[in-house]
């Protein structure tokens, strides 16, 4: 019997939500913000001079850190050309050069995209695209997504649909789109009675028994962070995982759609996560390290097998915004990924990301809170435990990971703490995905910074 979730369906009565307490205290953290001044590099400068060192990229967007003279040179040039050149009645130099570069780096059939310019946005086209594609081969009733728990696809009503994060979707839960969610291939956390080593034949086969259970002729696609971000805390797929998901999307004609908002563009040293993997996606998203926060820019890019059909039955894709291929925004995404590949920075974030999760082994391993340290090239966790042999979180009403955030904030380090990892509500983690250009000796700092932190913090927690 699958375990998935029907979700999305209207709540009963008419109580209003309440808010949930992480929430309430992230709006109550926001309201105490210092103000930002300026960036150089992987430091952050607020405007009391206070400096901070970005060991998260903000939540994994700035690839080549802060104020890159060359990015803000290509920008700069570009906006005293012209900002936009709008979709339908320009192309534009940017836009078709940056269009190649995400075809050359994603390789094989993925070689056509349309741009957005958020990760929300580009999980929309992407489903769009799926919903599409199957209309075109006269099977408009594919029109079912089948997700994971201990998901983030986004805050548009599409995307949170998707999505597997209880707080984030509490408010709107009876708007949103009928979905599924199956459970999260986590070896660290596996689903109950299942050992580690058999999670990834164990969750493949929940997709096929969930496929099943709606009717095949019913699902247009299955759609899944390769890396999982916030809700998870970056959680790689089991070996051999996505492999199996491929053969059973393609047994049953339901498109693979990888979700690489946040592990994509080379955040875990591969451009695209799923290349790990030795897996091709039908669709795939990719946004924060695109244009590494210089510009907001995000990009749906789909198989060339699927464009024929569309284009055929359509006469184009039937997905689009206002500031679609906006082209300042791909000049800055064209600058961006120009210097990734110059200055071989993926390789850099393969060889730094194993340094990296090996100074935070050294650092925090033997730490009793400490449950796991995980995760691929500049895109790792740390999952804090109450009891590390039997994995119990800390319960929700410690607000752990907003502590975490107060004490790194205090002492000069940005990361990425976020909670409800194990169950939607319960678990806390810290993430760190630092710009693709941190040195060594910024490593060093960063580890440092949150050793001396979740120290702090977990003495006064007890
Ligand atoms: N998908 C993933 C995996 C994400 O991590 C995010 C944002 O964190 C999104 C989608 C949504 O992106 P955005 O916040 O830019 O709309």
């Known amino acids: 019997m699958s375990s998935a979730q029907a979700i999305g369906h209207a709540t009963q009565g008419d109580a209003t939500p309440a808010i949930p307490e992480p929430v309430r205290a992230t709006w109550e953290t926001q309201q105490q913000l210092p103000k930002v001044a300026y960036g150089q590099g992987c430091y952050v400068f607020d405007q009391d001079g206070k400096r901070y060192i970005d060991g998260s990229g903000g939540p994994a967007v700035f690839a080549l850190g802060h104020s890159h003279p060359e990015v803000n040179a290509a920008i700069k040039d570009q906006l005293d050309r012209i900002a936009h050149g709008y979709r339908y009645t320009f192309s534009s130099d940017p836009l078709e050069e940056l269009t190649a570069m995400i075809a050359e780096s994603c390789g094989g059939g993925l070689k056509h995209m349309t741009f957005c310019s ?10 769009k695209i799926a919903l599409q594609y199957h209309a075109a081969l006269g099977k408009p009733e594919r029109c079912r ?23 984030r979707r509490a408010a709107f839960e009876g708007a949103l789109a009928p979905a599924s969610l199956i459970s999260p291939a986590n070896v660290y956390r596996p689903p109950e009675g299942v050992f580690p080593e058999d999670v990834a034949a164990f969750c493949a086969r929940e997709l096929e ?3 099943l259970r ?20 970056c959680v790689p797929a089991p070996p051999g995982y996505a492999k199996r998901v491929r053969e059973i999307c393609d047994r049953h004609g339901v498109l693979l759609i990888a979700d690489e908002v946040m592990c994509g563009a080379g955040r875990t040293g591969t451009w695209r996560a799923l290349q790990h993997d030795g897996v091709e996606p039908d669709i795939m998203a990719v946004a924060k390290g695109l244009a590494g926060g210089y510009v907001p820019l995000s990009a749906a890019i789909y198989h060339e097998r699927l464009r024929g059909p569309m284009y055929e039955r359509f006469g184009g894709l039937l997905t689009g915004h206002t500031f679609s291929g906006h082209t300042l925004g791909c000049a800055a995404g064209v600058a961006v990924q120009k210097i990734v590949r110059r200055d071989n ?15 935070l082994s050294d650092a925090l391993g033997d730490r009793p809170y400490v ?8 895109f790792l966790c740390v999952e804090l435990v109450k009891d590390r042999a039997t994995k119990e979180p800390y319960p929700r009403d410690r607000m752990l990971y907003q502590k975490v955030t107060r004490q790194t904030f205090e002492n000069g380090l940005i990361c990425y703490p976020v909670g409800g990892n ?20 910024e490593l060093v700092e960063i580890v440092e910074k949150l050793a001396k932190s979740l120290g702090q913090v977990m003495a006064s927690v007890g």
């Not at 728990?149 to 209880?166: D, K, P």
């Not at 920075?345 to 999760?357: C, I």
């Not at 194990?422 to 000796?441: M, N």
């Open 118 to 127: 958020s990760g929300s946005e580009a999980i929309e086209s992407c489903l």
């Open 145 to 167: 997504f089948i997700a994971r728990e201990r998901s983030w696809h986004g805050n548009t009503l599409g995307a949170l649909s998707i999505s597997g994060f209880l707080d």
């Open 209 to 211: 028994n969930e496929i």
């Open 214 to 233: 709606l009717g095949a002729d019913k699902v247009a696609a299955f759609i899944f962070e390769p890396v999982v971000g916030a809700a998870g805390g």
């Open 345 to 359: 920075l993926l390789e850099k974030v393969r060889e730094n990301g194993l340094l990296l999760k090996r100074m």
């Open 371 to 378: 449950g796991d340290i995980r995760g691929r090239g500049y």
């Open 422 to 441: 194990v169950d939607g509500k319960r678990g806390d983690i810290v993430i760190l995905s630092p710009p693709y250009i941190a040195t060594q000796e």
